[in-house]
């Protein structure tokens, strides 16, 4: 009963906050009224920007930001028709979605084939882990960006450098906390299983991955993080589809709207990814 009525005072709080920021955006939306003065004084040039940005000189009270009302029709639009494709720069959300998720997937699991078995030997073998710890505190902090011109002459298609910087971004939180959990089984359990002579495939699949699975997991998720932050960031350079690069063409269209809708969207779905992998990572753990 006290943890529902901690959940459902949270929930609270929660509506209340988004109404405080739902108002204060509609307040910061408002300005002065501009008039037929602003308008006479405004150039050509200034008058047809502002209708660009959706605000209309002779008449608006905006500030030229969208207000709240105005993005909710974006969205009702956007996602009435989310697959729709009319050209190589006016493709649906869910396309670009399909495309974002698609690489950040593809990326994900390249870092997950290497960082696993890699941080597993570096984890069990103290000779290994001080071999490679020069290489992966010199590679570890260089921005995953700044790879990708290197990436696109290497492999000369912005796609496959888009995968690459995801990989190159998730492959060393696993590595990290790999080696990291897999080096703080308790040895207790490590004498068991040398005791009853298990050989080591099987002692690295019964004894030593569940008991370093929660921290295994938990670089996982730290990971997936990154790789949906960075993927949007490297859309914007290349370019073609995904979801960064919707931002970046929106922007470019002067359709704030848009842009905020879009950033709407990499929030929630960002949300989502996380939330599936706390499951994941409250399934793996356990109580001593």
């Known amino acids: 009963m006290n943890t529902i009525s901690i959940n459902f005072r949270a929930a609270l709080v929660s509506c209340l906050i988004l109404v ?10 408002q300005g002065p ?9 405004a150039t050509a040039e200034e008058i047809e920007y502002q209708k660009m940005m959706g605000k209309d000189p002779g008449a608006s009270k905006s500030t030229g930001f969208p207000p709240p009302a105005e993005v ?13 494709d009319n050209g190589p720069n006016d493709k649906g959300i869910g396309i670009q979605l399909a495309h974002s998720l698609g690489r950040v997937g593809l990326g994900f699991a390249l870092a997950v084939l290497v960082a696993l078995p890699l941080g597993f030997l570096i984890g069990m073998s103290p000779l290994m882990q001080k071999a490679f710890d020069p290489f992966i505190q010199v590679l570890k902090p ?22 690459f910087v995801i990989f190159i971004c998730s492959v060393w939180p696993m590595l990290i906390n790999t080696a990291f959990g897999v080096a703080s089984v308790k040895r207790e359990w490590l004498n068991v299983a040398n005791t009853l002579e298990v050989n080591p495939l099987r002692k690295a699949f019964l004894v030593i ?25 490297a859309e914007m350079l290349v370019g073609g589809t995904g979801i960064g690069y919707f931002v970046w063409n929106e922007w470019n269209n002067l359709s ?33």
């Open 20 to 29: 405080f920021f739902l108002g204060a955006w509609q307040l910061s939306s």
């Open 33 to 41: 009224s501009i008039g037929a003065a602003t308008k006479a004084g």
């Open 72 to 84: 909710a029709k974006a969205v009702i639009k956007q996602l009435s028709n989310p697959f729709y």
């Open 142 to 163: 260089i921005s995953p960006l700044a790879w990708m011109p290197l990436a696109l002459y290497t492999l000369k298609d912005s796609s496959i450098s888009g995968i």
């Open 209 to 233: 991955l569940p008991a370093a699975a929660p921290t295994i997991v938990t670089g996982m998720r730290i990971s997936m993080g990154i790789a949906w932050l960075v993927i949007v960031a």
């Open 256 to 288: 704030l709207v848009n842009v905020i809708f879009a950033v709407l969207v990499i929030g929630v779905v960002g949300m989502l990814l996380d939330m599936e992998f706390s499951k994941l990572q409250k399934g793996v753990s356990y109580v001593e």
